[in-house]
């Protein structure tokens, strides 16, 4: 939980229910603060690859997107190539790419299954990765083929505990 | 398992495919092994990653022996997707015939002009990697830099060329901030790269001779009327060391790069790896060839983007839509184009290609015969646009 604490305090571009929730944090004492953030885990139920995707799942549809930390790193993204709806992915398949300072970045999917959606917003302005990358700058939505996938995915702790350990 | 006949007595990568540059012997070692794949010393995966048996980091250096540009970014392609960079990393040097290379996410309708590659034999090509467009020719060294995606380090693999080429010829080369090589204000080498989850690659130009009146001819685009969210080249005056240096040429700077590459690794029993990109050293790559010299990846991976006809209005008569290379819809606006015409002009372009089977179409076409003359420039911008040759 500590580290939860600590990743409340090191995130630059918080989602929106954890930015919602700040103020009220800093005035609880660190018992309260523990519990608050077991809710608002259990809340998003988010979960991220150690090649900073995140995907939230509300039933069977997950919506993909990249960490704060991987817009961070990549710069100013100029270009997204997007998987198209119907395309069927294996869980770790390059899936497209994001390009930005002169380097294109593959993207994978967190999981398998079909895609339903894409973000024409964001492959209009890529910027939106950049400024919103856990709401506006989502990438693409997909049907899970095998939700038991998620199980090994990481929690924002474990996340938040692979970026220490890789050094970020 | 199946060996391959192996004639260097060296055990390390200079046995692995090593070939003289214009030359003779190949050296070559190879295992199969399962599916996995093992050249020299130099451990590769086809199906997983596979390190090395000692823990001793090696810089290994390739020069291509083929000056085709698909050969080539088929064996680059082919050594990110097999090598295991963990504890090794790679010089890879190759030049190419004229050619032209775009961008991964580039429009070759706005880049280049088309016609004047037609013409002048110029071949066009599309890489991985992100960045601008290319004019290639055997007066350019292209430096592609591998290695794991967390040692990927593109200002350092700059810094490196900039130094090795300081200390041999004393060139005033210093690395701008969008990491171009820059020589009195002008540029001599452009950047790009691609990261993948294990592996990485950067590479660069290097301007040493290449005929600059070709490069201007070929990447100065006709105005079309073009409106596309394609990633945009940065457009820069650019200048051959040769100009510089007349001393210089791309067969010692390859020399010099590769020994001081070998020369900063903690295991320097390598040498210069001069290769054939053949199926026979890289199982595979022929494949890769195709898909690079294809026309679905060279012109129908061009983001969507629309032509508004006739350039340069506010309101234009015609909108063209392109997606995937293939003509997706036609509008026809404000009603200016006569119904009749209008109803021909789709059955005539309506999902089709924009290849040389749509040019043949368009130039038998008598839609255009009975159209009023300013749609005479109308028929040149969609033999233009299907002026999309493929070698």
């Not at chain 1, 790419?97 to 999917?109: D, G, I, N, R, T």
């Not at chain 2, 950067?202 to 009146?213: F, G, I, K, M, N």
């Not at chain 2, 295991?267 to 790896?273: I, P």
């Amino acid at each position: 939980m500590a580290v939860c604490v600590n990743a409340f305090h090191k995130c630059l571009r918080l989602p929106t229910t954890l930015l919602k929730l700040r103020p009220v944090v800093h005035k609880l004492n660190a018992t309260q603060i523990t519990r608050t953030f077991c809710s608002t885990n259990a809340l998003t139920a988010r979960k991220y690859t150690e090649q900073h995707e995140w995907i939230d799942v509300q039933g069977k549809i997950g919506t993909v997107g990249v960490t704060d930390y991987a817009q961070g790193a990549l710069g100013d993204v100029v270009f997204a190539q997007l998987p198209d709806p119907d395309s069927e992915l294996n869980q770790m398949d390059d899936c497209g790419a994001l390009e930005s300072v002169k380097a294109a970045s593959e993207l994978y999917s967190p999981v398998s299954g079909t895609v339903i959606e894409k973000n024409k917003d964001v492959e209009e302005t890529p910027a939106l990765i950049n400024q919103s990358p856990y709401e506006k700058g989502w990438l693409f939505k997909i049907q899970l083929s095998k939700p038991e996938e998620l199980d090994a995915l990481l929690d924002e702790a474990g996340y938040e505990n692979h970026l220490k350990n890789t050094g970020h | 398992m199946q060996t391959a006949q192996h004639k260097s007595t060296c055990p390390s990568v200079a046995g692995a495919m090593a070939t003289l540059r214009y030359g003779h012997t190949l050296f070559f070692r190879q295992f199969f092994q399962g599916n996995n794949t093992r050249l020299g010393n130099i451990n590769i995966n086809t199906s997983g990653i596979h390190s090395l048996n000692n823990n001793v980091s090696k810089n290994l250096v390739f020069v291509s022996n083929s000056t085709n540009i698909f050969e080539n970014l088929a064996l680059e392609d082919w050594l990110y997707k097999n090598f295991d960079f963990e504890k090794q990393s790679l010089l890879f040097m190759w030049s190419n015939t004229p050619c032209v290379v775009i961008g991964r996410h580039q429009n070759p309708w706005v880049e280049v002009n088309l016609k004047d590659m037609k013409k002048n034999g110029v071949l066009l090509s599309r890489r991985n990697s992100g960045g601008g467009t290319v004019y290639h020719d055997t007066g350019n060294l292209n430096c592609s830099f591998f290695s794991s995606r967390a040692r990927y380090n593109r200002r350092s693999n700059l810094e490196y060329i900039c130094q090795s080429l300081k200390s041999n010829w004393n060139l005033d080369l210093t690395i701008s901030q969008r990491e171009d090589i820059v020589l009195n204000n002008f540029k001599v080498s452009g950047t790009a790269s691609k990261l993948g989850h294990k592996n990485a690659y950067h590479h660069c130009t290097l301007l040493v001779d290449v005929d600059s009146s070709m490069l201007q001819k070929i990447l100065h685009a006709s105005q079309i009327g073009i409106k596309c969210n394609s990633t945009p080249s940065v457009r820069s005056p650019t200048l051959n060391l040769r100009a510089i240096c007349s001393q210089i040429s791309v067969d010692e700077i390859i020399q010099v790069l590769g020994n001081y590459f070998i020369k900063n690794s903690s295991s320097q029993c390598c040498d210069l790896n001069f290769v054939n990109p053949s199926e026979e050293n890289f199982p595979g790559i022929n494949v890769l060839k195709l898909s690079f010299s294809n026309w679905h990846w060279i012109y129908g991976k061009t983001p969507s983007f629309v032509v508004n006809w006739p350039f340069g209005y506010q309101k234009p008569e015609l909108q063209i839509v392109v997606q995937y290379g293939i003509i997706e819809s036609l509008h026809i606006l404000n009603n200016t184009i006569d119904r009749k015409y209008s109803e021909k002009l789709t059955e005539l372009l309506l999902h089709q290609k924009l290849d040389n089977n749509l040019y043949n179409s368009i130039i038998s076409s008598c839609v255009f015969k009975n159209m009023k003359d300013s749609y005479s420039n109308l028929k040149e911008i969609l033999l233009l646009l299907c002026s999309t040759s493929v070698s």
